[in-house]
Structures are given as C-alpha cells and as structure tokens.
C-alpha cells in the first residue's frame, strides 16, 4: 500500500484530475490480456515529458514501483503491476503523431498512438508502417517497441526493431534522454534506442518514437496451397523463402486449425488437408507479382501442394485470408483454456518441431492446433486444456508447455518471437540463458535502474 | 610496460608461438587507418573462444587492458593500444567462414573473416550479403560489428546492424555468452547483440557472428545524373528517394572532387558541373529496373538534371562509377592533410549542409571536397590543409572541423554516420550527447566491464 502523503505528492506534479487510487481505477489497470489481476496503488496520467521526469525522479527516491502501460494488450503480463506501485498510463496525453516528414520517410510519434490509427495516417499519405502485430486494431506504438511487437509482415519487412530510428526516454532518475537519430546510418556511442526496444518498460519510460516508413507497394495479391500434410506444406515454406522470392506473408494453418474455423464458420475450407499455406506478394509492378507467385507455385507443387489457388480479386484476396485472421477465436471450440505460446525456430527446423508438437500433443492427450507466421518460422502453437478447473490437467498442460519451449530451445529458437517474456515466460528463462547470460542482463538492468522501480519482477531476472 | 611475469602467464595460457612482446610486434600492431601510433606492450592471437575467456579473465582480474583488433583498418582510431596493453589480434585462428545456411539464408562465420572474401562466398552460392563498407578488401566482419559499418548500398539495403542476428562473445570476467537468435523474431530478454553491435570493443570481445543473407538480386543498372550546382542535386536526391522508388545507392561528388578525380584519371568527367549523381538499381526483372531508372531520370531531370547517363553494358557502368571509386585518393591534390569526416543528416537537410560547409570554406579558406552516400545522407566532408606542419593552419583546420560538427548536429544529424568515435572523436562526443547520455554510457559500459580493461580511453565514456 501507497502512503497518502505519495498520492498526495505525485498529485501535485500532475493534477489532481491525472492521479487516481479510487477502486474503480484500480480495477481498470489491474488486468491485461493474459486476464491476471494485480491492483496497482495508483494511476496516473503524465501530460507531457516533465510530468514523466518529475513522477518517476519521486518514485526513484522514494522506492516505489512504476509499471509503463500503453494499451494492456501484451500476452505476457508486462503492463501487470505485479508488486503494486503506480501504472503509468500513456494512452490519455501521450496519443499524438507529431510529425509525417515525407521528405524523409520518417514519423514521429508519442507512445500512446495506436498502430492501426498510424498505419491508416501514414497510407493516407501513400507511405508504409509494415509492423502489423494481431493486436495493431488497439494496441499501441510505445507497447509495440517495448515488446518488439511482430507480426505477418515481418518475412518481408521484418519487425518493431527494424523501423524504429530514435526514442525520446526517461530514465528512473528522472534524466530525459535521446537515444537514436533520423538518419539511416548513425554510429555515435553506444546503441541505447536498440537495447529500449524489446525491453519491456524496465529500463526506461519512453516518451516519442521516430520510425522509419517505406513508399507503399502499389499492388498485392494473395494465394493459397493445399497440402495433405503438416511436414510437406513446412517444406515448401523454407524452400521457397530460400528461393529468392520474399512474400509479405507466408502463414499456415494446421489441420485442427482449418477445421476449427470451418466449423465456426461454414467457408468450404479443405478440411482433410494436413495443412493450408496462405501467401501475399507485393510491388510496384504486376510483371513482378507474377513471376513471384509463379515460382510460389512451382516450389509449393514440388513439395506436395495439391491444390494452388491465386486470389483474383480484392474479394477472393479477403476470402483467403478469413480463415487466417479468425482461426485465434475459432479454437476455442477445442477447450475452455488456451496455453498459447509464440515459440520461434529457423525455418528448415519447422517440420521437425511440429512433427515433435505432434509426438507431445499425443503424449500428453492435449488437442494442440498450430498456425502462424511460418515465414519467419514463428508459430503459434496452442495447448488447449478442456476444463481448466480440473487443476491436475491444467497442470499437465503447462508441463507439456514447457516440453514444448525445450523442443523449441533445442532446434534453435526462441521462447518468444513476438510476445516477450513478462511475467508468464519469466520462469522458463533458464531454459534459454545461462547463469552468466542472465547475470549479464541483471546488470544492464541495474545500469539503468538501480532501484529497481521500473516493472519489476518482470522477465526472470535475478534482481532478488 | 606490463611485467613480464604476465607475458609469461598468458604464454602459457595461448602457447609461446601467439604471445608476442617483441619490439616487432608491438610496432607492426601500433597503428591502423588513422596512422596515428601507440604501441601495446604484447600482442596475443587467441587460437579460439577458450583462450579468449582465459585471457580476459586474467586480465581483468590484473587490471590488464585489451584492444580487440580486426584488420585495424578504421579510421577513428578504435584498435589503437592508447593505454598500452594486450592488443588481442583476432586475424589468425579466427578467420573461418563456419556455415552458410541456404535453407535459412544466414552465415555463421568468425570475427576476423575479411567483408569481401565472405561476399565472394556467398555470391558463389545466388546469395549476397549488403553492407559494402569502402574498406570491405581488408576490413573485417567483426571489426565491422565493432564499428557498426555501412557503405554505399546502405540507402536500400541498410548497414551491417541490419545483418546482424546473433552474437558469441566474451566478457571482460572471461563468461561466455551467447545474443541473439537465428530467427527474424526474438524477444526474449534483452536485446544485447543489438548493444553489441557499434560498442567499439568496449563491452565485450565478439567470437562467432550469425549473419542473415539475402537472395543475390539478378539485375543491376547504373546511371549518371549532371547537375549545374550542387543544391539541385541534393534537391533531387531526397526527392527522388522520397517518390518511392530504392535505389541501391545514390552517391555524389561536389565539383572540387570530379576536378581532382579528373585531373588524376583524365576520364572526361564534367568538369563544370556543380555535381554529379552516380546511382543504381536492382531487382530480378528488367521492368523494374526500367520503370525505377525512368522515375529517376523524370525526378532528376525536375530537379535541374542538365544530363542523365544510363549504362549500357558493364563496362559503361564500370566507367560511371570510376570517379567515385577513386575520389578519396585523387582528392589529395588539394592538400597535403586530410582532415575527413563522415557526417550524416535526414535526406532533405543534405541542400542546406552542403551550403553551410561552402561557407566555412571561404571562411575558414580550406578547400573542402565533399562527396558519399547522399542516398542516406552520410556526407564525407575532407578539409585539405595545404600543409600541416604548419601548426597554426592544422589547428584552423581542427576548427573548422568542430563547426561542421555542430552544423550537422543543429541539422539534427550525427557527428558519424560510418567511423565510429573511437579516439578522434572522442572530443566532439559533448557536443552532440548530454551529461546525463554521457552518465548512462558510462553506465552501460560498467554493466560489461566494471574494471574498464576493454578498449578504455575510447568514445569519450567518462569513466576517469
């Protein structure tokens, strides 16, 4: 518990109408989208820069806990403020694109903005933001950087990290600091905006984000090959992808996926195929889109496609990619819980994590639908535990988790491709990273926030 | 002068034959691109990752310092031994190209791997790999990752942070760790391959880089672009760049460097012309190459073009780029000393830059050829002092050089677009960062090497 005397010092610096410690704030910020509740003892609502500076200089002096939050939509429980302490919630004053330079090819925004409300402003001006991470309908840019925010696009143009240039931050002593400049090439001390992104709001607050846009493709088209099984449709990702050919997109959905969505929604999808790929290709020229989709075609047919099928118009483009876009929601007919995790591998090692997801879904009696992004070899892959109030079964459902992160280790990748570590990935860290992996980190930790007042106990370090 | 009885240690932790401290060595390892001198007082070549943690580890715990050394071909003085120390040579046992992953497009080679022997390997294989530093016969790939460099294809294809996907390196205390991961998306724990990156050798000594390729693209055309003055041509560099069309490079010269370059090669460049754009595109398909240099042409031509160049075969296009190949050497008609910097602002200041340098030209009474990658607004600047024992004059020159600095600050650029800070311009470093980005340097830098024994004395970092 906060004493008054904070509230009543914290709501001094920025108004009494931005700081809150009533209930019904605090039910507001306790939860995100992994649906865990931590109330916090405050909420407060930072107008500019200064009032970020002056709250967290405060906090820093007076040890109290300050968790960044931009819209709550994060998987892994990183806007949770998991040992109490202050939300700082960007999304009221911090909502602003400042500036489209188009001579540049350069935005700058505030943390709170939304990406979708971005992608729509910078198209408007025939400009391209490629990061389109499932949630980009309302989560924000500031929520995007700290996590590293991908997407379908990312085979292509690569993820949240590819675009940002420069960050306005404040550090928990209060200093604002710049980090980044708006020119391509910059090497003048060390990386600080590179080690900000993906960072989880633990080391800084930050206040405004330079991005980097690209002239917008003047066409897409989009298609869709059959397979008749999981391993010969993850052939023809890898093989493709190293042909020389670069989709936007290339996703896949695995068999109980496909008949997921069918049954919810009745759109004539191959329910007996072992797996759908769904691809787009794009560009300024229609000679260019042919000849990539051609030798989609060609590499999907050699590795077991029965069936290609090329969206001829903006209808049939939509009516592929429904069952991409709905198959999240449509699992749910397959258990009342969902252990869903975003594990990562080099594409060549695709067929065989999902031939071994197979192997644990059988061993461990969970039905476990895949899909996802298999263009970068991100795959989301879904445990779903019938009913979650058996507590034995949902245990075993978190074991097999873990089974899965190890498969997923062992092949190279990552525990998390898009949706960080937080709270909910904290405690498979050791997994990944050795002792002198993870002491490293607790120091930069430190170099930025020795009091640890940022997100604390977040991302499995060691700060005790 | 370090004791003997160190040199006797690491002897025997290395084998005799690869620590040296004979006056040979320490003379022929003293130097690099900025021919300034300092010698270490040994000189170690770790035949591999166990010898550099042993080494580390015995050093840091004597408070040894170490300079990390790749070719020593930069030109800010980052491999000089300025405290004495062990220069750790990286040039004989780690020069190993250790894959080339075609299912997954990425290279894993070692640090000391030359930049141009690796891009011959995997354009044997249909793959390239972009950044093209002008250094790239010598330079080293880890020396590269030191430094962060970047090169002529920078304004399509990015530099070499772009590439980088994965780390191994050694910490100060000897730990070996591993960033990063062989996947597009990773965002699991911090991001310190991307800190890594550009950290001069101070943080960490890098063992084993993950790189990602491409696919080679098929198609490459030149052209050249006449302008009558030099606003124009930086008017239609940031206009055509910003109509949507890539182009791999865009790189000028300003008149004083088309004279000299002439005048050394008799060539039968335009000798009148303000200056030229020398530019080019690529892609698969013929069309595309078309349709971009057919823009090009049409935004040029808007912005005062008085001549457009397309190269009709390999030898025409060989024959554009001569000039720009050979400016850096041909410009030393102007002056006994170069002072060179690689400045770099946003696109569309690039006018207004290069109007301010003329200016301190007449005020200073320097020549001031500039020329380079105006496609991402990195700029080499050279002042040509006639002669530099001429003290008063070379401390004129320093001084103009610390204007150019500020002017290309105000215009919200980087006093390095490509060289780093290392020694040179280290000075400069408060001029463009504030005391509390200085403080966090410092900090970061104490996160990795708390005894400051790698590369101390670099970047400006306050650490005493």
Redesign the interface.
Same mark, same amino acid.
């Given at each position: 518990m906060l004493h008054k005397r904070h509230i009543q010092a914290i709501k001094q610096m920025v108004g009494i109408e931005n700081c809150y410690d009533d209930k019904a704030h605090l039910v507001a910020y306790c939860y995100d989208a992994t649906r865990e509740r931590y109330e916090p003892d405050a909420v407060v609502f930072p107008r500019n820069e200064q009032d970020v500076s002056a709250v967290l200089s405060y906090c820093n002096d007076q040890k109290i806990s300050i968790i960044p939050r931009g819209a709550g939509s994060g998987f892994t429980g990183g806007a949770l403020p998991v040992r109490g302490g202050i939300v700082l919630a960007m999304e009221r004053y911090f909502n602003k694109i400042l500036e489209i330079?188009?001579?540049?090819?350069?935005a700058r925004v505030q943390p709170g903005v939304v990406n979708k409300a971005f992608q729509e402003a910078v198209e408007a001006r @025939?400009l391209f933001y490629p990061p389109d991470p499932a949630s980009q309908d309302y989560s924000t840019l500031g929520g995007n950087v700290s996590?590293?925010a991908?997407g379908m696009r990312?085979?292509k143009y #690569? &993820?949240t990290?590819?675009y940002v240039m420069a960050l306005r931050a404040v550090?928990p002593n209060g200093? &604002?600091?710049? %980090?980044g400049?708006?020119?391509?090439?910059?090497?003048? #001390? =060390?990386?600080?905006a #590179?080690?900000l992104? %993906?960072?989880e709001g633990s +080391?800084a607050v930050i206040t405004e984000i330079t991005l980097k846009l &690209?002239?917008?493709p003047k066409l897409t088209r989009s298609a869709m090959g059959v397979f008749n099984d999981i391993e010969s449709a993850m052939n023809a990702v890898?093989?493709s992808?190293?042909? @020389?050919?670069?989709p936007v997109a290339m996703e896949f959905l695995d068999n109980l996926s496909i008949r997921a969505v069918e049954e919810k929604f009745h759109k004539g999808l191959p329910t007996d195929a072992g797996a759908i790929l769904i691809t787009q290709v794009d #560009?300024? +020229?229609s000679?260019?889109l042919d *000849?990539a989709l051609s030798i989609l075609e060609q590499r999907f047919k050699e590795n077991g496609c029965t069936h290609f099928k090329i969206a001829q118009d903006e209808q049939e483009a939509a009516d592929l990619w429904f069952a991409r876009r709905n198959v999240s929601q449509s699992i749910t007919i397959y258990g009342k819980k969902k252990l869903n995790e975003d594990i990562?591998?080099?594409? *060549?090692a695709l067929p065989e994590l999902l031939s071994r997801i197979m192997e644990l879904s059988k061993q461990y009696g969970f039905k476990i639908p895949c899909f996802g992004?298999t263009g970068? @070899?991100?795959v989301h892959v879904n445990v779903m535990v019938p009913d979650p109030s058996d507590v034995e079964n949902l245990k075993k459902g978190y074991e097999c988790i873990e089974e899965i992160f190890k498969v997923a280790i062992a092949l !190279?990748?990552?525990? *998390?491709?898009?949706? @960080?570590?937080g709270l909910s990935?904290a405690p498979f860290?050791r997994l990944? =990273? *050795?002792e002198? !992996?993870m002491? +490293? =980190?607790a120091? &930069?930790?430190?170099? =930025?926030d020795p009091n640890n007042i940022l997100n604390p106990g977040k991302?499995g370090l060691c700060m005790e």
């Open positions: 330079d188009e001579k540049n090819l350069i @025939g996590e590293n991908g990312a085979a #690569g &993820i990290k590819d550090l200093d &604002i600091i710049r %980090a400049k708006k020119t391509i090439k910059d090497v003048a #001390g =060390f990386n600080v #590179g080690i992104i %993906a960072s +080391l &690209i002239a917008k890898y093989k992808m190293a042909s @020389g050919v670069t #560009g300024d +020229l000679e260019q *000849s990562t591998v080099p594409r *060549s992004h970068d @070899g991100n !190279e990748g990552t525990l *998390s491709g898009e949706h @960080g570590i990935k860290m990944a =990273f *050795s002198a !992996e002491n +490293l =980190f120091n &930069i930790k430190k170099a =930025f991302m």
